[in-house]
């Protein structure tokens, strides 16, 4: 099986930076696409920011110009660099990722949430 480990939420005031990292772990073949979606109190989940194989990358309009996502494909870690977060940012951020566990067998697998507090 495949574990995605989160890390690097908290509390930051607006204005401020977090930096959040995800780590596959366990049977992965190869990781097609990584990624971070956010859910808020009592809205849906959210796309944030994906990045493939190929290093392509998608965000949110909401994101742009704020948020970075890397990815380190020899460690199979990604990353979600944010900065100047506003308090519309809070939400429990989750990993996610599209992985072949062998050449024909491919799954989606969510981490377990980080939670992103912008306060003051």
């Known amino acids: 099986q495949v574990q995605l480990v989160e890390s690097g939420g908290g509390l930051v005031q607006p204005g401020g930076s977090l930096r959040l990292s995800c780590a596959a772990s366990?049977?992965?073949?190869?990781?097609?696409?990584m990624g971070w979606y956010r859910q808020a109190p009592g809205k849906q989940r959210e796309l944030v920011a994906v990045i493939r194989s190929g290093a392509s990358t998608n965000y949110a309009d909401s994101v742009k110009g704020r948020f970075t996502i890397s990815r380190d494909t020899g460690k199979n870690t990604v990353h979600l660099e944010m900065n100047s977060l506003k308090p519309e940012d809070t939400a429990v951020y989750y990993c996610?990722?599209?992985?072949?566990?062998?050449?024909?067998?491919?799954?989606?697998?969510w981490g377990q949430g980080t939670q992103v507090t912008v306060s003051s």
């Open positions: 366990g049977r992965i073949f190869n990781i097609n696409v």
């Open positions: 996610n990722a599209n992985i072949n566990t062998t050449p024909w067998a491919m799954y989606d697998y």
